[in-house]
């Protein structure tokens, strides 16, 4: 499959006071930028894979649509006019199983930003889209998508955090939890 860019998924947060900052920043004397880390992303436990099985009662290797990974997860940063813009790009990949169903096969994963507290600051799903079929039974898609997280004094950025996974469904992410020897 040929990689493609995501949908221009554009999350914004910019907090009051850090508007002010840059308000107040630009009537004064200059201050030297603040020191910036881009976060790498993190995978959340148990989201790094997804195996899918077909609808049924079935649940042995034989019944198994598709299997997908989390294969290689990155980001860069560029601090522009008072806010970090980050790109994360996620390489996703999937293979066909047994039962795959030809056409459209939708990989669901998630993206979110969480502050110093652990808490989720902003976040939104999204779904990888392959083409699976027994004469095509392996894609690969890389999916891009831009974050931006406020700059100002006293604002930490250090402290955010980019989770990032794929969204099994509760039984999905059971059969993680088994297949690693979890509960």
């Avoid at 930028?33 to 959340?44: G, Q, R």
């Amino acid at each position: 499959m040929i990689p493609r860019k995501l949908i221009g998924a554009k999350f914004a947060v910019l907090a009051p006071a850090a508007a002010l900052v840059l308000a107040l920043g630009s009537c004064g004397p200059s201050t030297p930028p603040p020191s910036i880390s881009c976060p790498a992303p993190l995978t959340v436990q148990d989201a790094g894979r997804i195996t899918h099985f077909k609808d049924g009662p079935g649940r042995d290797p034989r019944d198994i649509a598709y299997e997908a990974a989390l294969v290689n997860v990155g980001s860069s940063c560029r601090l522009s006019g008072g806010v970090l813009d980050v790109t994360v790009v996620m390489i996703v990949a999937v293979s066909a199983g047994p039962a795959v169903t030809p056409g459209q096969t939708r990989v669901p994963y998630f993206v979110r930003v969480l502050d110093s507290n652990g808490r989720v600051a902003q976040g939104q799903d999204f779904t990888a889209d392959f083409k699976l079929s027994s004469s095509s039974p392996r894609g690969e898609s890389r999916e891009e998508l831009a974050l931006t997280l406020p700059v100002g004094e006293g604002k930490n950025l250090t402290g955010f955090r980019i989770a990032v996974g794929l969204k099994p469904t509760p039984e999905e992410l059971n059969y993680n939890r088994r297949a690693a020897g979890r509960p």
